[in-house]
Nanobody, 116 residues
Framework: QVQLVESGGDLVQPGGSLRLSCRASKNIFTFWRMGWYRQAPGKQRELVAIYSGGNTIYADSVKGRFTFFKNNAENTADLQMNTLKPADTAVYYC???????????WGQGTQVTVSS
């Protein structure tokens, strides 16, 4: 079973930056999809950024502020978050799927809090 481990969550002031990292327990080169989701208190989990087939799709709310990086050599998928807003406060989850027919894999989540 592949494991995903997130890190990098923290408390940051509005306008600040954070970089989240997701490390997989196996080679991610052939993964069909990888990305990040988030869940704020009282809300449903939502897509932040998803990478598949060489393309990355971002939620409208993070376009131009967040950037997804996939590093096959290190088996990591990072999320660079700039110009953070209080509305970005949530638990961020790494997501992956090895192929089209496999189950979704999830990490344990990392807390991001944007507050002054």
């Amino acid at each position: 079973q592949v494991q995903l481990v997130e890190s990098g969550g923290d408390l940051v002031q509005p306008g600040g930056s954070l970089r989240l990292s997701c490390r997989a327990s196996k080679n991610i080169f052939t993964f069909w999809r990888m990305g990040w989701y988030r869940q704020a208190p009282g809300k449903q989990r939502e897509l932040v950024a998803i990478y598949s087939g060489g393309n990355t799709i971002y939620a409208d709310s993070v376009k131009g502020r967040f950037t997804f990086f996939k590093n096959n050599a290190e088996n990591t998928a990072d999320l660079q978050m700039n110009t953070l807003k209080p509305a970005d406060t949530a638990v961020y989850y790494c997501n992956a799927r090895e192929d089209l027919f496999s189950d979704d894999l999830w990490g344990q989540g990392t807390q991001v809090t944007v507050s002054s």
